[in-house]
């Protein structure tokens, strides 16, 4: 495999491409190039089509960059269509290790960590293993629940600030 450099207005989108990017997508890809910068190849076609890391190149587009890393495939016809399938499909069928997940974004986030950079929000960090309640509830006598509604997002993530400060166990729903 080699890498080479080239520049990102040869490069085409795949048309037929079936994963779509919303803006929060591409926000992370963009926030995760300025902060590592490239750090794996997007994958082509002989014609400089995009089979693999087409949220990649229209991120770093829009952060106007001139040149990207790229690797060509030799793959054509089906084969090229199903790789570009099977990387996408991979990813989703894996799944989180919410427990771990939990305490690494809280960890960062504790740290000022932007974790919002890379695609995470506050709200992310508080998903809670099943278990970890079960657990809970058999180490504490009782356990007092408070469900607080906000008018807005904002609003949430402010008095988050305040009450996890305070060492609270704080759980989103």
């Known amino acids: 495999m080699n890498i080479e ?3 990102v207005e040869k490069l085409v989108l795949d048309p037929s491409n ?3 990017h919303d803006q929060k997508n591409l926000e992370a890809i963009k926030g995760s190039l300025l ?20 949220g990649t190149l229209e991120a770093a587009r829009s952060l106007g960059w001139k040149s990207i890393n790229i690797i060509r495939s030799e793959l ?5 269509t199903g790789y570009s399938l099977a990387d ?6 894996s799944v989180w290790d919410h427990e771990a997940l939990g305490k690494t974004l809280q960890a960062l986030y504790e740290d ?4 919002t950079d890379i695609g995470f929000d506050i709200c992310d960090f508080l998903l809670a293993d099943e278990s970890l309640d079960e657990k809970d509830s058999k180490e504490k006598e009782k356990k007092y629940i408070l469900e607080i509604e906000f008018p807005d997002e904002q609003s949430m993530k402010d008095e988050f600030e ?3 400060k305070q060492g609270l166990i704080v759980r989103i729903k």
């Not at 996408?88 to 069928?93: A, E, K």
Request: hydrophobic share 35%.
């Open 18 to 20: 079936v994963r779509k």
């Open 5 to 7: 450099s080239i520049e």
């Open 112 to 115: 000022d960590y932007a974790i």
């Open 76 to 80: 054509v016809g089906n084969d090229a």
């Open 35 to 54: 902060k590592y910068g490239q750090q794996k190849p997007i994958v082509v076609d002989k014609k400089n089509i995009v089979l693999a890391g087409n």
């Open 88 to 93: 996408n499909r991979t990813t989703d069928l």
């Open 162 to 164: 305040v009450i996890s």
